[in-house]
């Protein structure tokens, strides 16, 4: 079975998945870092390198594929597009042949807001206090991307609302709608 994490940027795809995988013994691969393993440099550097974000979702959908076309079980913290665009196609194609679970994890624009985590160029988290008007800003640009993203993330095979559940808690509510 491989356990595929959606959601907005910053819902914390990735801290799940990790506790996930540990909890149920499945590898763990976040596909922000297998893109950068992949293409030897960090995100920011090869979107800039891409004529759209399109063009680096095509790039970063190769590295999607790749993983999925291994034989083991695993969690996969996705992006926010991670069943639309390129990535669907992809998703998709696998589902065909392969006992995937898409997983959407929802929290409020408020509480993602407050988990925002900054990244240099070179993929380096950075100490960043934001005043009222950034925080303003960043509220803006979460609630668009939650219009932005809302009808590809309900494809999901499974919605699970995390809103104000501790992070070690969450992976025991996957594992109990996934029954496993």
Do not use: W
Request: hydrophobic share 40%.
């Amino acid at each position: 079975m491989i356990i595929y994490l959606v959601g907005i940027g910053c819902v914390g795809k990735t801290n799940v998945g990790k506790i996930l995988a540990d909890k149920i013994d499945f590898p763990f691969y976040d596909l922000d870092e297998e893109v950068e393993r992949y293409y030897q440099k960090p995100i920011e550097k090869i979107q800039n390198e891409c004529f759209s974000m399109n063009g680096f979702r095509e790039k970063a959908s190769v590295v999607l594929d790749s993983i999925l076309n291994q034989d083991e079980n695993s969690v996969i913290a996705g992006t926010p597009a991670g069943l639309k665009y390129s990535y669907l196609q992809v998703y998709k194609k696998h589902k065909k042949k392969k006992d995937i679970i898409s997983v959407h994890l929802i929290d409020s624009p408020e509480n993602i807001l407050g988990r925002m985590i900054f990244f240099d160029v070179d993929s380096k988290p950075m100490e960043l206090v934001l005043s009222d008007s950034l925080k303003k800003k960043y509220l803006t640009e979460i609630k668009r991307d939650f219009n932005n993203f809302k009808e590809s993330l309900e494809r999901a095979d499974l919605q699970v609302n995390i809103q104000n559940i501790p992070v070690e808690k969450i992976p025991d509510l996957i594992i109990e709608a996934l029954k496993l």
